[in-house]
């Protein structure tokens, strides 16, 4: 079955300090990648999608993801963590462009520390 | 900048009762869907929409769910007789297009307490 893997619910990081949160998917054909946040009491936001176009993706708030094919991954990454950028990420995958239904990972929270 | 919105924000409910969740999508989507996160678990699909119907549903999408546009803006999720573990947060979320590259826009959600 195809799923997503996101390492680490929690992780935890000084203000300024590099953000890196991981994922990772097992799919037989490369899958469409995507990062969202959720904000509290908020809904979730796409921050960046792969669609099989450039390998490194560039999305809102600085952060920004590389898909790799050899090591089934999209890890999230910003270079320099700010406080507001304490929240829930998520990892999804949709398997081909016939669905657009979203598989999830489990999320991960970040937590920025002054 | 336009949102999809969800009310209620928060319903209690008696095992056994009907409940329908609101969702407002934005206004040129065409395609509609319904996730729902149990308490420390993932973020799951149970149906997508499009055209009056459904287009794509879950395991976990069974008789005991359905889901309408009853007019040009809402879409709803009832669950016809609510059972414990259906206690979630349930998102809607919207899209242009329905393929695996558009992106969906969710709302706040609907937490769902089943007593």
């Known amino acids: 079955a195809q799923s997503v893997t996101q390492l680490g619910s929690h992780v935890s990081v000084s203000e300024g300090a590099l953000v890196l949160l991981r994922c990772n998917y097992s799919?037989?054909?490369?899958?469409?990648l995507f990062w969202y946040v959720q904000y509290p009491n908020q809904g979730l936001q796409l921050l960046l999608k792969y669609t099989s176009a450039a390998t490194l993706v560039k999305g809102i708030n600085g952060f920004e993801a590389e898909f790799k094919k050899s090591e089934t991954s999209f890890h999230l990454t910003k270079p320099s963590a700010h406080m507001s950028d304490a929240a829930e990420y998520f990892c999804a995958v949709t398997l081909t462009s016939n669905t657009g239904k979203l598989i999830f990972g489990q999320g991960t929270t970040l937590q920025v520390k002054p | 900048e336009p949102e999809v919105t969800q009310t209620p924000s928060h319903q209690v409910t008696q095992m056994g009762q009907e409940v329908i969740l609101r969702c407002v999508p934005i206004s040129n989507h065409l395609y509609f869907y319904w996730y729902r996160q149990i308490l420390g678990q993932k973020v799951e699909f149970l149906v997508s929409?499009?055209?009056?119907?459904?287009?794509?549903k879950s395991e976990i999408f069974d008789d005991q769910f359905s889901v309408e546009r009853p007019d040009g803006s809402n879409f709803t999720l009832k669950i016809r007789s609510t059972k414990l573990e259906d206690s979630a947060m349930y998102f809607c979320?919207?899209?242009?297009?329905?393929?695996?590259?558009?992106?969906?826009?969710f709302g706040p959600g609907t937490r769902l307490t089943v007593l």
């Open positions: 929409f499009y055209n009056n119907e459904i287009s794509e």
């Open positions: 799919s037989s054909v490369p899958p469409y």
């Open positions: 979320a919207s899209s242009v297009g329905g393929t695996g590259t558009d992106t969906q826009y």
